[in-house]
């Protein structure tokens, strides 16, 4: 609930500790780009780098305004912008249990990042305190990490010049991944309390990652090696420190594309999101020394997303290529995880997070099984749906997802009696696995430990899990239009509801090919509009999506 102040007199009374001349200040060597407007979507504000600069200083502002009004708990702030080209860039704010901002301050963000002179971004600032009833004089803390992207040395500087503006204690995590950003917020603000995470260290993260892997694989027999692509990017220096808390014998990892200081090689022909939008390999494998049958994964930009793949046929023939992506994890989870609980002899309900992007064989496999409910695009809506359970098992198809144990749910896993040693045995691996899992956000070192895990635990390699389910075929296609916010959809983006008319040529389109299934809708990370389409056919597949991109096209 939004508490507005009672009177003018209030209003002023709480704006009143605000640093106005610093902000005033501060905020003339980081002046707004002309004519450009930014938006906090999907996964905060992301653009091209190099017109970021004053988004990332009043980010700054914002993030310390956010402690303060959480009383000083510690505020993330992450500078990546993931998948995306080396040249973009951005900046998310995270909240302080390692979950994404919440949605009521987004339109400040965006306001405040839009604001065209110092006047008015004091105005967006002072609406932003007496909405919601900020105490400006209040503590703040914020810590913010970043990846490699040549960008984000000056566009830190950027955030720290906002932060120091507000007088708010600065943490440096350095270099990181998205995820374990997300897990030093949630542990500076648990620490000391009986609910703490870990330790808000870059040790403290590794160590209980590989502590709890080392637990679930014990006595498993020697893996065999996972090809690892790092997507030349955080990915990379993060799983090679990773591998030296894990013996090779435990953990047999062949790490390539780690080239983190090669200009333009982030993500380019590599990364989860090139290997899941083009169903390939990574550019460049075939002289890899990869063959029929090998396990390999790749992380994205910042290291959130993981998907695996393996080859069924020789490298050269494009047909040997099987993709296990975010829907195939979230199967193996969800289907390894319900047959521990029922093991353990512990009443917890599992559950199942999708997006409309979830292969519709995938989402008819889970449905067989556990609840699935399905919401809009972007982590922050399926965190939210999957706390709902006691286990939620959430996952984009990009591979972005997690699996998030309830408070309820880990306190009867701790506390069950076993009724028999395989019980005793089922309840000792889900207390590990709740370590492993990063419970704030997706993670690709923690989600491909735990696919790990669960393949030595049934001695499966890749064919038997991707065994599960035959995916539909489906693409994705970006449609360029001259104003994407005019797209609006309903029910969880699945329907169109503007422009008008364009939904009913959809429906019609869609009901000439067999088990198809299209949707349409904005892109919150680019400035384009997604058309996604599955086919019962393989040969149908290219007429649907192209159809449907020609109508949203024509709809411009
Ligand atoms: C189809 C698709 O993969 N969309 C991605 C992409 O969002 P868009 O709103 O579609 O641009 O980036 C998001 C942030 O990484 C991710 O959460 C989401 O799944
Ligand atoms: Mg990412």
């Known amino acids: 609930m939004v508490i507005l102040p009672t009177s003018i007199e209030t209003a002023s009374a709480l704006t009143q500790g605000l640093p106005v001349q610093l902000i005033n200040e501060a905020s003339k060597a980081h002046p707004k780009p002309e004519g450009i407007k930014f938006a906090y979507g999907t996964a905060g504000l992301r653009t091209k780098a190099n017109i970021l600069d004053s988004t990332c200083f009043r980010i700054g502002l914002i993030g310390?305004?956010?402690?303060?009004?959480?009383?000083?708990?510690?505020?993330?702030?992450?500078?990546?912008?993931?998948?995306?080209?080396?040249?973009?860039?951005?900046?998310?704010?995270?909240?302080?249990?390692?979950?994404?901002?919440?949605?009521?301050?987004?339109?400040?963000?965006?306001?405040?990042?839009?604001?065209?002179?110092?006047e008015e971004l004091i105005r967006s600032l002072q609406k932003l305190i007496t909405t919601f009833k900020i105490d400006v004089n209040a503590d703040a803390s914020v810590i913010f990490g970043y990846d490699t992207r040549p960008s984000c040395k000056e566009l830190v500087q950027a955030i720290v010049d906002g932060l120091s503006a507000m007088g708010a204690h600065i943490i440096d995590a350095g270099l990181k991944t998205t995820p374990q950003l997300h897990?030093?917020?949630?542990?500076?603000?648990?620490?000391?309390?009986?609910?703490?995470?870990?330790?808000?260290?870059?040790?403290?993260?590794?160590?209980?990652?590989?502590?709890?892997?080392?637990?679930?694989?014990?006595?498993?027999?020697?893996g065999t090696p996972l090809t690892v692509d790092c997507a030349n990017g955080?990915?990379?220096?993060?799983?090679?420190?990773?591998?030296?808390?894990?013996?090779?014998?435990?953990?047999?990892?062949?790490?390539?594309?780690?080239?983190?200081?090669?200009?333009?090689?982030?993500?380019?022909?590599?990364?989860?999101?090139?290997?899941?939008?083009?169903?390939?390999?990574?550019?460049?494998?075939?002289?890899?020394?990869v063959k029929a049958g090998d396990r390999m994964c790749s992380f994205d930009g910042d290291a959130d997303r993981v998907v695996f793949y393996y080859l069924?046929?020789?490298?050269?023939?494009?047909?040997?290529?099987?993709?296990?992506?975010?829907?195939k994890i979230a199967s193996?989870?969800?289907?390894?995880?319900?047959?521990?609980?029922?093991?353990?002899?512990?009443?917890?309900?599992?559950?199942?997070?999708?997006?409309?992007?979830?292969?519709?064989?995938?989402?008819?496999?889970?449905?067989?099984?556990?609840?699935?409910?399905?919401?809009p695009t972007g982590v922050k809506y399926l965190h939210h749906a999957a706390e709902k359970f006691d286990i939620g098992v959430y996952f984009e198809a990009n591979g972005h997802g997690t699996v998030l144990f309830s408070p309820s749910a880990q306190k009867a896993i701790k506390e069950a009696s076993p009724s028999s040693p395989a019980a005793q045995d089922a309840l000792e691996q889900l207390g590990a696995l709740i370590d492993l899992i990063n419970q704030t956000v997706g993670d690709a070192i923690s989600d491909m430990l735990l696919v790990e895990v669960i393949l030595r635990s049934r001695q499966w390699g890749p064919t038997e899990w991707d065994g599960a389910y035959e995916d539909l075929p489906n693409k994705i296609l970006k449609v360029n239009v001259k104003d994407r916010s005019i797209f609006k959809t309903e029910d969880a983006e699945r329907r169109l509801v503007s422009p008008e008319g364009l939904q009913a040529k959809i429906d019609e389109l869609v009901g000439k090919y067999k088990d198809a299934r299209a949707f349409v809708r904005p892109s919150g990370t680019e400035d384009c509009v997604r058309v996604y389409a599955e086919t019962g056919l393989a040969s149908e597949l290219s007429a649907l999506a192209n159809g449907v991109a020609k109508l949203v096209a024509d709809s411009d």
């Open 64 to 118: 310390a305004l956010r402690s303060k009004k959480l009383g000083g708990k510690t505020i993330g702030l992450m500078v990546t912008a993931s998948h995306n080209p080396e040249e973009d860039n951005g900046v998310k704010m995270v909240d302080p249990r390692g979950e994404m901002l919440e949605a009521s301050w987004e339109p400040h963000c965006t306001e405040i990042a839009n604001a065209t002179s110092e």
């Open 312 to 327: 069924k046929g020789p490298a050269t023939a494009k047909e040997s290529f099987r993709l296990l992506d975010g829907d």
């Open 234 to 289: 955080v990915g990379a220096p993060a799983l090679l420190e990773l591998t030296k808390y894990i013996p090779k014998e435990h953990l047999d990892i062949r790490a390539l594309r780690t080239s983190t200081n090669a200009s333009g090689a982030l993500n380019n022909g590599c990364g989860a999101d090139y290997v899941k939008t083009n169903q390939c390999l990574p550019a460049g494998y075939d002289k890899e020394d």
């Open 332 to 375: 193996l989870a969800a289907d390894h995880l319900s047959e521990l609980v029922k093991k353990a002899g512990v009443e917890l309900e599992l559950g199942c997070v999708q997006t409309a992007y979830a292969n519709g064989n995938s989402t008819k496999y889970l449905k067989q099984r556990v609840p699935v409910t399905c919401t």
């Open 183 to 222: 897990y030093l917020v949630k542990c500076h603000n648990t620490k000391g309390t009986p609910d703490a995470y870990g330790e808000p260290t870059d040790e403290g993260y590794y160590k209980k990652l590989s502590e709890a892997y080392i637990k679930l694989v014990a006595g498993k027999g020697p």
